[in-house]
């Protein structure tokens, strides 16, 4: 089972940037897709970007597009999120999530929440002046 591990959040004031990691203990070939996922005090858990190990295709929430950029780093092993111009409502424990079942599925149906099998602990953002 793939084991994943955030890194990167912390305190930022509207407009900063942060940028969260996500490494993962095996090789990215070896899950379909990587997610990344909040969830803000009393809100449910929200998709915001993931991406697609079979050919790099990326699905983002409408708040964050434009904003935040899901990228890769197959040599690593790692997940980047790169947020910029946060905001106050981006404020949330971020987790990064993944999908290691035996059917790859199309980008939008992970974005959906859909087969993710491997959950980090989650590392908190959280924007105020």
């Known amino acids: 089972q793939v084991q994943l591990v955030e890194s990167g959040g912390g305190l930022v004031q509207p407009g900063g940037s942060l940028r969260l990691s996500c490494a993962a203990s095996?090789?990215?070939?070896?899950?379909?897709?990587i997610g990344w996922f909040r969830q803000a005090p009393g809100k449910e858990r929200e998709g915001v970007p993931c991406i697609r190990s079979s050919d790099g295709s990326t699905y983002y929430a409408d708040s964050v597009k434009g904003r935040f950029t899901i990228s890769r780093d197959n040599a690593k092993n790692t997940v980047y999120l790169q947020m910029n111009s946060l905001k106050p409502e981006d404020t949330g424990v971020y987790y990064c999530a993944a999908a290691t079942g035996e059917t790859d599925y199309s980008v939008t149906y992970y974005y959906m929440g859909f087969e993710y099998d491997a959950w980090g602990q989650g590392t908190q953002v959280t924007v105020s002046s």
């Open positions: 095996r090789f990215t070939s070896d899950y379909y897709a």
